[in-house]
């Protein structure tokens, strides 16, 4: 079983910036890609960013040029750079696992707990 653990949210004012962490314990072997995805109020869970092995990224376009997606495979640990935070951005923010890269949650098997991320002003 794999276990993912979020970090790193918090309240931040409107073009403040984060850093979120999500890192892997357990069995993580045939796990090749890692993705976050968020979930505001009375919405559908969204994808915000994923990353395969080899380093390659995809982003929603919400967040393109906003958000930045790493992954360091000797340490399990992927992290999500949030820089010219909006309010629209306030949601719990999910890491995941899985095996294929893939926009819709649905496809992914193993998720953390959530991060709460608020951007006010």
């Known amino acids: 079983q794999v276990q993912l653990d979020e970090s790193g949210g918090g309240l931040v004012q409107p073009g403040g910036s984060l850093r979120l962490s999500c890192a892997a314990s357990?069995?993580?072997?045939?796990?090749?890609?890692m993705a976050w995805f968020r979930q505001a109020p009375g919405k559908e869970r969204e994808f915000v960013a994923a990353?395969?092995?080899?380093?390659?990224?995809t982003y929603a376009d919400s967040v393109k040029g906003r958000f930045t997606i790493s992954r360091d495979n000797a340490k399990n640990t992927v992290y999500l750079q949030m820089n010219s935070l909006k309010p629209d951005d306030t949601a719990v923010y999910y890491c995941?696992?899985?095996?294929?890269?893939?926009?819709?949650?649905?496809?992914?098997?193993?998720w953390g707990q959530g991060t709460q991320v608020t951007v006010s002003s």
């Open positions: 995941a696992a899985g095996r294929v890269l893939s926009l819709r949650p649905e496809v992914w098997d193993n």
């Open positions: 357990g069995s993580t072997s045939g796990y090749f890609a």
């Open positions: 990353v395969w092995r080899d380093g390659s990224t």
